[in-house]
């Protein structure tokens, strides 16, 4: 068993913390960084180099040789370039360290490298990173030793964002701005900051490295893209909060240990559905933190899985059959002196601002579903919405029982006169509390849910940023909001406008509320009755980013420009075609390196059999329909095979990357399912001992 862990000692060890920095810097630079975190502003050059010199020498004491500008690209993982503190070397041999403020808040790395869009030419590469101050630095433990990162932004020569944090800072000033008129208006004028807070839920499978490292698919693609499933898969709701396998819990263990030392504060931990899914969840905290905490999580789950000699799959679907994985995103409006915006209260039908609030929140949702969809948009994500473990591609909003009664009351006579009560759980054994349950139900067939004091986005997918789901939620909302404050800052009678403007939010986009099974056939032709939006794959999302209305919204409020806009559509149409296409040479790979030649000996040996038990005058009848079947899939899979290398051979044609992409959904991919089906049934009728890769069954019970 492994040795005991302090979390209160541990916590935030590798972090450079508020705490450490007024320990470190002298009263007037703390002074000054704490003014800059949370009101804005720029160091002065004398203060940034003395808390530079501050965080180098608390690195260098806890091991560190080099730092590094941490950022987060248009790829949705983060990127990082090494540098060593190493300065020059005196003339007696001895060398110098040292890390300036120049160094701490700017640097360069090759812009054209990375995704953008069109806004970045190979021949010109200049990109700058610059320093979050809003996010602690912190040291990562690795291979390459330790490393002081740096949270940074990123973005190019010319001053457009080329990474996910720069436009989820931007969208959570214009909330902050627009939400703090609502409360000033609804007589709040003690708080003097409104933070979007975010706690994201993340979904992981866990299998066996070796297993693993003998499919190709697992390796270049990071999902299955052959496989039947075993007898024996989720039907039985075992796994669900089953008993944690040791091997397991003790990667949860040292996994915890880890984010605990990097400031993270995870929380819950627990078997999701599928067999070989897990799930950990943290506390809330500042959506940029938040963020910025899961792609540590994310980035720690893989490395430390590999240490137990396992492999972290963060694709949203790995195997084909279960459930695949999503991350929720857990949203709320909170004061910088504790008032959560999103708390109903005891008896939500008095309190008016909650419920103004919440209809701005339902009127930003309706008139933006589109664009909210399109955010938890990505290749992997489109295997896995719709299914049956995640919400559809529909855009509705779940109220649950209570507040659905309190909004029906406003709309129909304008005012709320009770609330629903929970009231007593009584489960008849008289050993057993009873206790106030809630006043409504979960919906987890629901992708935006409200639940208890804030709203859960369930439609993002495990592997993605949440930076892109965030952004486009908090701008949605502070364009609501700034509506709403024009409308109220000008009213003659305050209370009169609130009412009014209340019942016409909730009235004209009542339409986007949905309680009900998600899952079912009904609600699909129910929403188009609606006229909700239903966007079924990620490149049909991506032609939301560069409407009239999105260019709008965005550039009002100074999130994203036009050309922004244009860059992030254009990389959604590349990045599918290029994972389609990966995904398609590996299938053509492994289906002619591995299963046709398996299956052919395999075939080769019942032939044998046959003629064998033909020799001996038995009765060869059950071998030969065997083999005829095994020959009839073979050529099936070999038709699929050969279609679908000519039309990979057809897409190379293609220049325009929008016409690719769609040319990979319409034409490759259906051929890809194609080339799968054959196989996968091939799969039980083969020995095992032949079959030349790790099954379903191997990776999900065996693992």
């Known amino acids: 068993m492994s040795s005991k862990v302090n979390v209160e000692e541990i916590f935030g060890q590798n972090v450079f913390t508020i705490a450490k920095m007024r320990e470190r810097l002298p009263k007037n630079v703390y002074n000054e960084v704490v003014n800059v975190i949370e009101h804005g502003g720029t160091l002065s050059k004398e203060s940034a180099d003395v808390v530079a010199n501050a965080m180098k020498n608390w690195a260098v004491e806890n091991g560190a040789t080099h730092f590094t500008h941490w950022f987060q690209p248009l790829t949705g993982i983060t990127a990082e370039k090494h540098d060593s503190f190493v300065t020059n070397a005196e003339s007696d041999g001895h060398m110098i360290t040292s890390f300036s403020g120049k160094e701490l808040i700017k640097g360069e790395p090759d812009a054209s490298s ?100 003998k499919r190709e698919d697992l390796i270049f693609t990071g999902r299955t ?129 909650f419920l103004f609030i919440l209809s701005c929140i339902l009127k930003a949702v309706d008139t933006h579903a589109d664009l909210l969809r399109q955010s938890a948009a990505d290749v992997g994500n489109d295997h896995r919405l719709g299914a049956n473990e995640a919400p559809p591609a529909i855009i509705s909003v779940f109220l649950g029982e209570q507040l659905e009664d309190v909004v029906r009351q406003l709309i129909e006579t304008g005012e709320a006169k009770r609330s629903k009560r929970g009231g007593k759980l009584r489960t008849g054994v008289s050993t057993l509390p009873q206790f106030e349950k809630d006043a409504t139900d979960r919906n987890r067939t629901s992708p935006f849910a409200f639940t208890g004091n804030k709203f859960e986005f369930r439609m993002v997918g495990s592997s993605d940023s949440m930076a892109s789901s965030n952004t486009t939620l908090n701008t949605i909302v502070a364009e609501a909001f700034c509506e709403a404050a024009d409308v109220l800052e000008n009213a003659e009678d305050f209370d009169i406008a609130v009412h009014d403007l209340m019942k016409e939010y909730l009235t004209k986009h009542q339409r986007i509320i949905f309680n009900g099974d998600g899952y079912s056939d009904e609600w699909v032709e129910e929403a188009a009755r609606r006229g909700l939006p239903n966007i079924k794959s990620t490149i049909e999302a991506a032609d939301t980013l560069t409407t009239d209305k999105a260019v709008e919204l965005f550039e ?148």
């Open 114 to 213: 990375f995704p953008s869009g069109g806004l970045r030419a190979t021949f010109e590469a200049r990109g700058y990173t610059t320093w979050d101050i809003t996010s602690p630095a912190f040291l990562k433990e690795s291979g390459a030793g330790v490393t002081l990162c740096i949270p940074t932004a990123f973005c190019s020569y010319t001053g457009e964002a080329l990474d996910k944090k720069t436009p989820l800072l931007r969208s959570m000033e214009a909330v902050n701005k627009q939400a703090l008129r609502i409360i000033r208006l609804f007589g709040n004028d003690r708080s003097t900051k409104v933070n979007v807070s975010v706690g994201p839920e993340q979904e992981y499978f866990l299998v066996d490295w070796d297993k693993s490292m």
């Open 225 to 353: 893209l052959f496989g039947a499933m075993p007898p024996k898969g989720q039907e039985m709701e075992d796994h669900y909060f089953g008993v944690i396998r040791e091997r397991v819990g003790e990667f949860m263990k040292d996994l915890n240990t880890e984010l605990w030392k990097l400031g993270v504060p995870d929380k819950t931990q627990h078997n999701e559905v599928a067999p070989g899914q897990h799930e950990l969840a943290p506390i809330y905290e500042t959506a940029n933190i938040a963020v910025d905490h899961n792609q540590i999580i994310m980035e720690t789950m893989k490395r430390v899985a590999e240490h137990h000699h396992m492999r972290c799959l963060l694709h949203e679907k790995p195997f084909a059959g279960v459930n695949g994985s999503g991350k929720h995103d857990n949203w709320s409006l909170c004061t910088d002196d504790g008032i959560n915006l999103l708390d109903p209260g005891d008896t939500p039908n008095k309190n008016i601002q």
């Open 556 to 703: 009002t409020f100074g999130v994203y420009n036009k050309t922004e806009l244009e860059s992030r559509k254009e990389i959604i149409f590349e990045n599918y075609a290029k994972t389609i296409n990966i995904e398609a040479l590996t299938m053509i790979d492994m289906a002619s390196k591995q299963i046709i030649p398996a299956v052919m000996k395999y075939a080769g040996k019942l032939a044998s059999y046959v003629n064998e038990i033909k020799a001996a005058g038995a009765d060869e009848a059950a071998l030969l329909s065997e083999l005829k079947e095994i020959t009839t899939e073979l050529s099936d899979m070999k038709n699929a095979l050969d279609e679908l290398k000519e039309v990979e051979q057809r897409a190379r044609k293609i220049k325009d990357e929008r016409e690719l992409a769609y040319f990979y959904k319409d034409s490759v991919r259906p051929v890809m399912d194609a080339l799968r089906a054959p196989a996968d049934r091939l799969e039980m009728l083969v020995d095992k001992n032949d079959w030349p890769f790790p099954t379903y069954a191997d990776l999900l019970f065996e693992g």
